[in-house]
DNA sequence: GTGTTATTTTAGTGACTGCTATAATATAAT
DNA sequence: ATTATATTATAGCAGTCACTAAAATAACAC
C-alpha cells in the first residue's frame, strides 16, 4: 500500500491530525474512534508501514506521532495542479460537460 | 467514492496528468495505458464524478480535460505538515522508532 | 505467582476495487 | 442500409479493504 493509499482512509487522516499535535498511546486515540482498538491498531501499523508516524515504547504502552515527511510527494503531486484554483478555468468543466 | 480514493489509483493520477496537459479522447489516451478501454472509461467515469475532469461531446468522440479544483482540499490537507519537509523533524521518527 | 491492562496478531466476513469480456449505444463512412 | 469506429454499461471474477471477535504477547499490580 503506497502513500496515496494510507491517506485514503478518514480515519487514517484523523488518526495522523491527532498525532501531529502531540503523541499519543493507543488508548488515547481510542476516544476519537469509533472502531475497536484492533481496528486503530491495524490502522497505525499501515501509516508505519509507510513512515507517516513512530513509535516509541514506554512500559505497555506505544506511543505514536506523525513524522509526515512521506506527505511530500502528494504535497507535490497536487501543487502543480495549483494555478486552477480560484482561477474561472476551475469553473470551465461546468460549461463544457455535456454528460447529457 | 472521494477525491482521496479517486486519486489513490495510479491510473487515474496519470490520466490527470494527461489530461492537464490538453484534452484527449479516450482512444488518444489509449497507448498511455496497459489496460482495455472500458477500464480506462471506468476511471474517467470516478474522476468525472469527482468533478476532476471533464468532457466535451464532438462528434463520436468525447474529448476529456483536466479540471483538478477538487484537488485543492487535498494540497490543503497536506499543507498542514509542510514544516516537516527538509527540517530535522522528518528523521525523528529513525531515532524514535522501537519496532523491535 | 495470579490477574489486569495495553497492544498486536490472526481468522473470518461483507463490501468494494480494478480488471476483463461482452453487450449496448451512438455517430460516421461507405 | 450496412459496416466500422468510439464510447459507455453490464456482469462476473480475483484480490483487497476495513472491520470485528478472539487469541496471543507483553508488562504492570497485587
Not at 67 to 94: C, I, N
Given at each position: 500500500?503506497?502513500?496515496?493509499?494510507?491517506?485514503?482512509?478518514?480515519n487514517?487522516?484523523?488518526l495522523?491530525?491527532?498525532?501531529?499535535?502531540?503523541?499519543?498511546?493507543v488508548q488515547?486515540l481510542m476516544?476519537?474512534f469509533d472502531v475497536t482498538v484492533g481496528a486503530v491498531s491495524q490502522h497505525l501499523k499501515i501509516?508505519?508501514?509507510?513512515?507517516?508516524?513512530?513509535?516509541?515504547?514506554?512500559?505497555?504502552?506505544r506511543?505514536?506521532?506523525?513524522?509526515?515527511?512521506?506527505?511530500?510527494?502528494?504535497?507535490?503531486?497536487?501543487?502543480?495542479?495549483?494555478?486552477?484554483?480560484?482561477?474561472?478555468?476551475?469553473?470551465?468543466?461546468?460549461?463544457?460537460?455535456?454528460?447529457?
Amino acid at each position: 500500500m503506497d502513500v496515496y493509499h494510507a491517506i485514503a482512509d478518514a480515519n487514517r487522516r484523523r488518526l495522523l491530525e491527532l498525532l501531529h499535535q502531540h503523541e499519543h498511546s493507543v488508548q488515547q486515540l481510542m476516544p476519537h474512534f469509533d472502531v475497536t482498538v484492533g481496528a486503530v491498531s491495524q490502522h497505525l501499523k499501515i501509516l508505519l508501514e509507510n513512515k507517516l508516524v513512530s513509535r516509541r515504547k514506554r512500559g505497555r504502552f506505544r506511543f505514536y506521532r506523525a513524522t509526515p515527511a512521506a506527505l511530500k510527494e502528494v504535497y507535490e503531486w497536487t501543487e502543480q495542479y495549483r494555478r486552477f484554483w480560484g482561477s474561472r478555468l476551475d469553473r470551465l468543466g461546468e460549461y463544457l460537460d455535456d454528460s447529457e
